[in-house]
């Protein structure tokens, strides 16, 4: 059953408005809600709340996507609590977690960044999954891009998620993998106007609401830069460690730096960096060319005493299969392309066991990937 868009948007405001408040106020007259979407029978929203309220306003947080969920027409609900004034998080490694780890359950928790977008990272990050997912490990994908989420479209994702026990998301599948994504929670049109605590409280929820049971390994699909949301994933979960994806030439590689000295500040091992759209091979003819430069982050990752993982080419089977929503390394698992992610995702696994037991990782992976 659908209903009729005005219909809906005057449900969800009365809805609100039943909600009392601790104080006794009701919320949709209260001024603490922002951002509120209601697209297509998905609905998002963000309460604000003083920071000392957190714990009161989790069960009004949850009445309110009871509510909300009971809705004729609503197909799904995303509601985050969020304090604007709250203070900023301290860069210390020392820095006390206060809560329970809500990835405690995942064996590795490694972030894929980079300082700029463009370059390539989501594409890396489901290539490297499924290439871990071929060496028999338990692999999920959380995109933490809450602007510009690309996972669906890159495991050619459709529908909504369902519950699982509780009221915890179950997490997508898609070729062996389990995904979370915020493209799958509201439309695919839907600008998220939101700000920066906002993002921090929606990542921090995609954590612990989603219901990822068991897994060897969660790849983190981080937004470009160094802010909110690199804060919330490191200082809200163990990371194992940190994989930095780079352009050849000096324009990426400058913010690049500014992720890796970001994870040293919290603590996070660098795993290493990876060379992306090293060079571009011509479908005509074949030959390569190196059209942002050649071997600029190999180098990079050697100043600064990095792994170097590998370089991955441009190629236009490679873009095609993205834009199919079936990976290259799904789609030709033997071929060049998903050589060079198996090859680079046992160099990283490699790194991050050599770490845990104290060791030095190689700082560059023998053998000629490209």
Same mark, same amino acid.
């Given at each position: 059953?659908?209903?009729?868009?005005?219909?809906?948007?005057?449900?969800?405001?009365?809805?609100?408005?039943?909600?009392?408040?601790?104080?006794?106020?009701?919320?949709?007259?209260?001024?603490?809600?922002?951002?509120?979407?209601?697209?297509?029978?998905?609905?998002?929203?963000?309460?604000?709340?003083?920071?000392?309220?957190?714990?009161?306003?989790?069960?009004?947080?949850?009445?309110?996507?009871?509510?909300?969920?009971?809705?004729?027409?609503?197909?799904?609900?995303?509601?985050?609590?969020?304090?604007?004034?709250?203070a900023?998080p301290?860069?210390s490694?020392?820095?006390?977690?206060?809560?329970?780890?809500?990835?405690?359950?995942?064996?590795?928790?490694?972030?894929?960044?980079?300082?700029?977008?463009?370059v390539?990272?989501?594409t890396?990050?489901?290539?490297?999954?499924?290439?871990?997912?071929?060496?028999?490990?338990?692999?999920?994908?959380?995109?933490?891009?809450?602007?510009?989420?690309?996972?669906?479209?890159?495991?050619?994702?459709?529908?909504?998620?369902?519950?699982?026990?509780?009221?915890?998301?179950?997490?997508?599948?898609?070729?062996?993998?389990?995904?979370?994504?915020?493209?799958?929670?509201?439309d695919?049109?839907?600008?998220?106007?939101?700000?920066?605590?906002?993002?921090?409280?929606?990542?921090?929820?995609?954590?612990?609401?989603?219901?990822?049971?068991?897994?060897?390994?969660?790849?983190? #699909?981080? +937004?470009? !830069?160094?802010?909110?949301? $690199?804060? @919330?994933? &490191?200082q809200?979960?163990? *990371?194992?460690? =940190?994989?930095?994806?780079?352009?050849?030439?000096?324009?990426?590689?400058?913010?690049?730096?500014?992720?890796?000295?970001?994870?040293?500040?919290?603590?996070?091992?660098?795993?290493?960096?990876?060379?992306?759209?090293?060079?571009?091979?011509?479908?005509?003819?074949?030959?390569?060319?190196?059209?942002?430069?050649?071997?600029?982050?190999?180098?990079?990752?050697?100043?600064?005493?990095?792994?170097?993982?590998?370089?991955?080419p441009?190629?236009?089977?490679?873009?095609?299969?993205?834009?199919?929503?079936?990976p290259?390394?799904?789609?030709?698992? #033997?071929? +060049?392309? !998903?050589?060079?992610?198996? $090859?680079? @995702?046992? &160099?990283?696994?490699?790194? *991050?066991?050599? =770490?845990?037991?104290?060791?030095?990782?190689?700082?560059?992976?023998?053998?000629?990937?490209?």
């Open positions: 059953m659908s209903a009729h868009p005005s219909t809906l948007d005057d449900d969800v405001r009365a809805a609100l408005d039943g909600v009392t408040l601790p104080d006794g106020t009701g919320l949709g007259a209260s001024g603490r809600v922002t951002g509120l979407s209601v697209t297509g029978g998905r609905i998002s929203l963000s309460i604000q709340i003083e920071a000392q309220e957190a714990a009161a306003f989790k069960t009004t947080r949850d009445m309110v996507e009871t509510r909300l969920r009971a809705l004729p027409g609503v197909t799904s609900v995303f509601a985050v609590l969020t304090s604007e004034r709250a900023p301290k860069l490694p020392l820095t006390p977690k206060a809560k329970p780890d809500p990835l405690a359950g995942i064996r590795h928790v490694i972030a894929v960044a980079s300082g700029k977008g463009g390539g990272k989501s890396t990050t489901v290539n490297l999954a499924l290439a871990l997912r071929a060496q028999g490990l338990t692999v999920g994908i959380l995109d933490a891009d809450i602007y510009g989420p690309s996972l669906p479209t890159l495991l050619g994702l459709h529908g909504k998620p369902g519950m699982a026990d509780g009221r915890k998301l179950k997490p997508m599948q898609a070729f062996g993998l389990k995904a979370m994504s915020m493209g799958l929670l509201v695919a049109e839907t600008a998220m106007v939101w700000r920066g605590p906002m993002v921090m409280s929606a990542i921090t929820q995609m954590m612990a609401d989603v219901d990822w049971g068991a897994l060897d390994v969660l790849l983190v #699909d981080m +937004p470009p !830069g160094t802010g909110d949301a $690199q804060l @919330a994933l &490191a809200g979960t163990k *990371l194992a460690g =940190a994989v930095i994806v780079s352009t050849p030439q000096d324009l990426s590689l400058i913010d690049a730096r500014r992720g890796i000295t970001m994870f040293r500040k919290v603590d996070v091992p660098i795993l290493g960096i990876i060379e992306n759209m090293s060079h571009f091979i011509c479908p005509d003819c074949g030959s390569s060319h190196a059209i942002f430069g050649q071997g600029g982050a190999e180098q990079e990752a050697a100043r600064l005493g990095v792994p170097y993982l590998g370089a991955v441009l190629t236009q089977a490679l873009r095609v299969a993205s834009d199919a929503g079936q290259i390394t799904a789609r030709a698992p #033997d071929g +060049p392309l !998903g050589q060079i992610y198996q $090859q680079i @995702a046992r &160099a990283m696994m490699a790194g *991050l066991n050599a =770490a845990g037991a104290g060791q030095s990782p190689a700082l560059k992976l023998t053998g000629d990937l490209t």
